[in-house]
C-alpha cells in the first residue's frame, strides 16, 4: 500500500480529451487540444481497462463513483460505455458498488443511449443555460447555430425512458441577469429537481488565449462578481420561500452543509484541494479538472500507480496552497468557514489593503452568504432539533403575516416595524 494515500479520492476521466460537438463560447476546455497535437482524442481500451481497474482498488470505500466528462464524451460511441461497466464489473470486490456519472451535452443521446444510461443507473448532468435566447447565447455548434432544442430534447428524451439526471447550468454575461427566468424554466418547463450553477470566469492569458490559469483580466463573457450575488440571491430567496425539499441546488445544498458543520458538499468549499483529479484520454493525470496544464502533471497511469500520483508530494502541496496562500483579509473574514475562498483558480483579484489572492469573486460571495446567513441559522436549528427543513417555509410565511399586520397598524411617525431605526414613513410606510 503506498503510505499516505487518500481513502477514497475523485477523478474526472476525459475519453475524448478535449474534443466537442459544440463550441461553446466560454468553453475553457476546447483549448487544452493544443497540449495534444499529435493525438486522436480517443481513449484507447488499453488504458481504460488500466484506469478502471486502478481506480477501483484504489480506494478503500464502499461506493466508487466513475464519472466520464469532456469534451463530449459520448462522441466515444455508446460500445466504449458498454465495455467501461464491464470492466467496473470485473475488477469490483464484493461488496462494492459502483455509480456512474456523465457530463453530456445531450445532442448525441437518442432511445438506445437511454435505455443502457438508465439500466446501468448513470446520473448525467445535462449542461443548459436557461431557456432559449439565453442558452443559445453561447451554447452553439460548429456552425454557429443554437443548440436548445436539441438540448431540451434531450432533456425530454431522458425523462420518457427514466434516466436520473441534473442541469448543470454556467452563470455568465449572457444570462445572470436573468436569474428567476433561469430558474423557473428548469423547474417549471423542464420540471428538473436538482440544478447545479457553474460560475464563468475565463482569464485572459498573456498571449490573448484562455488555455492557462493566467492573467488578471476576464473575458466579457465572464459573469460580474456582484451580480452573480445578486443572481444567487434572487434564486434562493424564491427556493427558501417555496422549494424547500423540493429542489435542490448546488450551492445552496453546500451553504447548509458549512452552516451545520458536516463537512465541506462541494470540493470550492472546502477547506484544502487535491482529491478531486482529472484523466485525460491518454492516461496522463493532472491535480484538477481547472489545472488540466503542465505545471500541474502529476504523471500517467501507464507508468506511474494512480496511487502514488495521488500520494505524491506534488499534489499534497496543492491541495494545501488553497489554504496556506488565502490572504488575511480571507482568513479574518466571518463567512470564511463557508467559502474557503473558493475556487483558486479565480484567486487572483486583489484585497482591499492590496495583498494578492482575493478571489475575484468574493464580493458576490459575500453579499450572498451574509443575506443567507439568518435562513440558514433557522434550517441548522430546524434539523438540530429532528425537524424537517421544508417547515422554515411555514415560518417565513408567519413572519410575514406578523409583519403585515405590524405594517398596517404602524402610524406614519412610528419606528418601522421592520427593525431599520427609521420611522415608518421614510421606510416601508414611504
Same mark, same amino acid.
Given at each position: 500500500?503506498?503510505?499516505?494515500?487518500?481513502?477514497?479520492?475523485?477523478?474526472?476521466? #476525459?475519453?475524448?480529451?478535449?474534443?466537442?460537438?459544440? #463550441?461553446?463560447?466560454?468553453?475553457?476546455?476546447?483549448?487544452?487540444? !493544443?497540449?495534444?497535437?499529435?493525438?486522436?482524442? %480517443?481513449?484507447?481500451?488499453?488504458?481504460?481497462?488500466?484506469?478502471?481497474?486502478?481506480?477501483?482498488?484504489?480506494?478503500?470505500?464502499?461506493?466508487?463513483?466513475?464519472?466520464?466528462?469532456?469534451?463530449?464524451?459520448? &462522441?466515444?460511441?455508446?460500445?466504449?460505455?458498454?465495455?467501461?461497466?464491464? $470492466?467496473?464489473?470485473?475488477?469490483?470486490?464484493?461488496?462494492?458498488?459502483? $455509480?456512474?456519472?456523465?457530463?453530456?451535452?445531450?445532442?448525441?443521446?437518442?432511445?438506445?443511449?437511454?435505455?443502457?444510461?438508465?439500466?446501468?443507473?448513470?446520473?448525467?448532468?445535462?449542461?443548459?443555460?436557461?431557456? !432559449?435566447?439565453?442558452?443559445?447565447?453561447?451554447?452553439?455548434?460548429?456552425?454557429?447555430?443554437?443548440?436548445?432544442?436539441?438540448?431540451? *430534447?434531450?432533456?425530454?428524451?431522458?425523462?420518457?425512458?427514466?434516466?436520473?439526471?441534473?442541469?448543470?447550468?454556467?452563470?455568465?454575461?449572457?444570462? $445572470?441577469?436573468?436569474?428567476?427566468?433561469?430558474?423557473?424554466?428548469? %423547474?417549471?418547463?423542464?420540471?428538473?429537481?436538482?440544478?447545479?450553477?457553474?460560475? /464563468?470566469?475565463?482569464?485572459?492569458?498573456?498571449?490573448?488565449?484562455?488555455?492557462?490559469?493566467?492573467?488578471?483580466?476576464?473575458?466579457? %463573457?465572464?459573469?460580474?462578481? +456582484?451580480?452573480?450575488?445578486?443572481? &444567487?440571491? +434572487?434564486?434562493?430567496?424564491?427556493?427558501?420561500?417555496?422549494?424547500?425539499?423540493?429542489?435542490?441546488?448546488?450551492?445552496?445544498?453546500?451553504?447548509?452543509?458549512?452552516?451545520?458543520?458536516?463537512?465541506?458538499?462541494?470540493?470550492?468549499?472546502?477547506?484544502?484541494?487535491?482529491?478531486?483529479?482529472?484523466?485525460?484520454?491518454?492516461?496522463?493525470?493532472?491535480?484538477?479538472?481547472?489545472?488540466?496544464?503542465?505545471?500541474?502533471?502529476?504523471?500517467?497511469?501507464?507508468?506511474?500507480?494512480?496511487?502514488?500520483?495521488?500520494?505524491?508530494?506534488?499534489?499534497? *502541496?496543492?491541495?494545501?496552497?488553497?489554504?496556506?496562500?488565502?490572504? %488575511?483579509?480571507?482568513?479574518?473574514?466571518?463567512?470564511?468557514?463557508?467559502?474557503?475562498?473558493?475556487?483558486?483558480?479565480?484567486?487572483?483579484? &486583489?484585497?482591499?489593503?492590496?495583498?494578492?489572492?482575493?478571489?475575484?469573486?468574493?464580493?458576490?460571495?459575500?453579499?450572498?452568504?451574509?443575506?443567507?446567513?439568518?435562513?440558514?441559522?433557522?434550517?441548522?436549528?430546524?434539523?438540530?432539533?429532528?425537524?424537517? $427543513?421544508?417547515?422554515?417555509?411555514? /415560518? &417565513?410565511?408567519?413572519?410575514?403575516?406578523?409583519?403585515? #399586520?405590524?405594517?398596517?397598524?404602524?402610524?406614519?411617525?412610528?419606528?418601522?416595524?421592520?427593525?431599520?431605526?427609521?420611522?415608518? #414613513?421614510?421606510?416601508?410606510?414611504?
Amino acid at each position: 500500500m503506498v503510505r499516505d494515500a487518500p481513502p477514497a479520492f475523485h477523478i474526472m476521466a #476525459k475519453p475524448s480529451g478535449a474534443i466537442c460537438n459544440l #463550441k461553446c463560447a466560454y468553453c475553457f476546455f476546447l483549448e487544452k487540444e !493544443r497540449l495534444y497535437p499529435d493525438s486522436d482524442f %480517443r481513449m484507447s481500451g488499453e488504458v481504460m481497462e488500466e484506469y478502471v481497474s486502478q481506480y477501483i482498488r484504489a480506494q478503500q470505500v464502499p461506493e466508487v463513483t466513475v464519472a466520464w466528462q469532456g469534451g463530449e464524451p459520448t &462522441l466515444m460511441g455508446l460500445d466504449f460505455f458498454r465495455r467501461t461497466v464491464e $470492466a467496473a464489473a470485473g475488477h469490483a470486490p464484493p461488496g462494492m458498488r459502483i $455509480a456512474y456519472t456523465m457530463q453530456t451535452n445531450g445532442i448525441l443521446l437518442d432511445d438506445a443511449w437511454c435505455e443502457f444510461l438508465r439500466a446501468n443507473h448513470f446520473l448525467i448532468g445535462l449542461s443548459m443555460d436557461g431557456p !432559449r435566447e439565453l442558452h443559445d447565447a453561447n451554447r452553439r455548434d460548429k456552425g454557429g447555430q443554437g443548440t436548445f432544442e436539441r438540448v431540451e *430534447r434531450a432533456a425530454r428524451l431522458m425523462q420518457r425512458h427514466q434516466v436520473d439526471f441534473n442541469m448543470l447550468c454556467t452563470v455568465n454575461a449572457a444570462n $445572470a441577469g436573468h436569474p428567476l427566468e433561469v430558474y423557473r424554466y428548469f %423547474r417549471d418547463v423542464l420540471c428538473v429537481e436538482w440544478i447545479q450553477f457553474i460560475p /464563468i470566469v475565463e482569464r485572459i492569458n498573456s498571449d490573448g488565449s484562455t488555455l492557462m490559469q493566467e492573467g488578471d483580466k476576464v473575458t466579457d %463573457r465572464s459573469v460580474d462578481p +456582484a451580480v452573480w450575488g445578486d443572481f &444567487l440571491i +434572487a434564486i434562493f430567496d424564491e427556493w427558501v420561500h417555496r422549494d424547500v425539499g423540493k429542489m435542490f441546488v448546488n450551492y445552496f445544498e453546500a451553504a447548509a452543509a458549512s452552516w451545520a458543520g458536516v463537512g465541506a458538499a462541494m470540493c470550492i468549499t472546502d477547506e484544502t484541494c487535491g482529491n478531486a483529479l482529472a484523466l485525460e484520454h491518454n492516461g496522463d493525470l493532472y491535480a484538477c479538472d481547472h489545472f488540466v496544464e503542465p505545471a500541474y502533471l502529476l504523471g500517467n497511469i501507464m507508468e506511474t500507480p494512480m496511487r502514488e500520483l495521488v500520494a505524491s508530494e506534488t499534489l499534497r *502541496r496543492f491541495g494545501d496552497n488553497k489554504r496556506d496562500s488565502l490572504p %488575511r483579509y480571507c482568513r479574518e473574514c466571518g463567512v470564511l468557514f463557508a467559502c474557503r475562498g473558493e475556487c483558486p483558480k479565480n484567486r487572483f483579484a &486583489l484585497t482591499p489593503d492590496g495583498e494578492p489572492g482575493l478571489n475575484y469573486l468574493c464580493a458576490g460571495y459575500k453579499a450572498w452568504l451574509g443575506h443567507i446567513d439568518p435562513f440558514m441559522r433557522t434550517l441548522t436549528d430546524l434539523l438540530s432539533s429532528g425537524r424537517y $427543513a421544508d417547515e422554515i417555509m411555514g /415560518i &417565513l410565511r408567519e413572519q410575514e403575516n406578523d409583519q403585515r #399586520k405590524a405594517f398596517a397598524a404602524a402610524g406614519r411617525n412610528d419606528p418601522c416595524p421592520c427593525g431599520s431605526g427609521r420611522k415608518f #414613513k421614510h421606510c416601508h410606510g414611504s
